[in-house]
């Protein structure tokens, strides 16, 4: 084994740490364990052991039931926001007709309410 540093820690010793990070249910806790800061820990993780090579967890009910109420939130969301925008422009047709007709006098085709 050879004792190739690329910083303060010794290869070795960051595959390890890496190692035990994929058993581990408490990085903060391995951290302070190995007198490194959690962020060098992901840091060393994300060097050897690449997202690409990593498995994908597996996706659990809840989860997915979650990803698609928001894949249907998201697209109603995209509606609504389509709906908003056709009605703004439609009200500002009218505003645009109603300034026109104010201009010459004569009186807007629907009267407000209580005169």
Request: one cysteine or more.
């Amino acid at each position: 084994m050879s004792m190739t540093r690329k910083g303060k820690h010794p290869l070795e010793f960051r595959q390890m740490a890496v190692e035990r990070m994929k058993r581990c249910e408490n990085i903060v806790a391995l951290a302070e364990e190995l007198g490194v800061s959690r962020r060098l820990l992901y840091g060393w993780r994300d060097q050897l052991d690449p997202i690409e090579d990593r498995p994908e967890p597996p996706e659990s009910p809840r989860e997915s039931t979650l990803r698609k109420e928001n894949h249907q939130l998201k697209r109603v969301l995209a509606e609504k926001t389509l709906e908003v925008d056709f009605f703004k422009g439609a009200l500002q047709k009218i505003e645009a007709r109603r300034q026109k007709s104010d201009d010459s006098g004569a009186r807007a085709s629907t009267t407000r309410s209580g005169e």
